[in-house]
Nanobody, 122 residues
Framework: QVQLVESGGGLVQAGGSLRLSCAAS????????IGWFRQAPGKEREFVAG??????TYADSVKGRFTISRDNAKTTVYLQMTNLKPEDTAVYYC?????????????????WGQGTQVTVYS
């Protein structure tokens, strides 16, 4: 079993940066893919970024602006967000799923955090 807790959200001006953290507990953290999703009011939850062992997979809307990374020793995954835009405003969630190719659909992930709010103003 894996438990996930997000942190690092807040209120930022357009063009600014934030780093989100996803802290995991459980001795099998290294065996999971980790994905970041977001959900804005009135919209469906959408994939943002995901990582298996290394590298990263990104939604077209955030490519070149967001970077996902993981520190297995700290059992933590990060989402570095730069050049933020008002349309990035949402609750951001991290999720854990089976290790392998990154999957971009929310239903494929088994464990979820409670989310952290990101608000970007212009």
């Amino acid at each position: 079993q894996v438990q996930l807790v997000e942190s690092g959200g807040g209120l930022v001006q357009a063009g600014g940066s934030l780093r989100l953290s996803c802290a995991a507990s459980g001795r099998t953290f290294i065996n999971y893919n980790i994905g970041w999703f977001r959900q804005a009011p009135g919209k469906e939850r959408e994939f943002v970024a995901g990582i298996a062992w290394s590298g990263g997979t990104y939604a077209d809307s955030v490519k070149g602006r967001f970077t996902i990374s993981r520190d297995n020793a700290k059992t933590t995954v990060y989402l570095q967000m730069t050049n933020l835009k008002p349309e990035d405003t949402a609750v951001y969630y991290c999720a854990a799923g089976s290790l392998g190719v990154v999957i971009t659909t929310a239903y494929a992930y088994d464990y979820w955090g409670q989310g952290t709010q990101v608000t970007v103003y212009s």
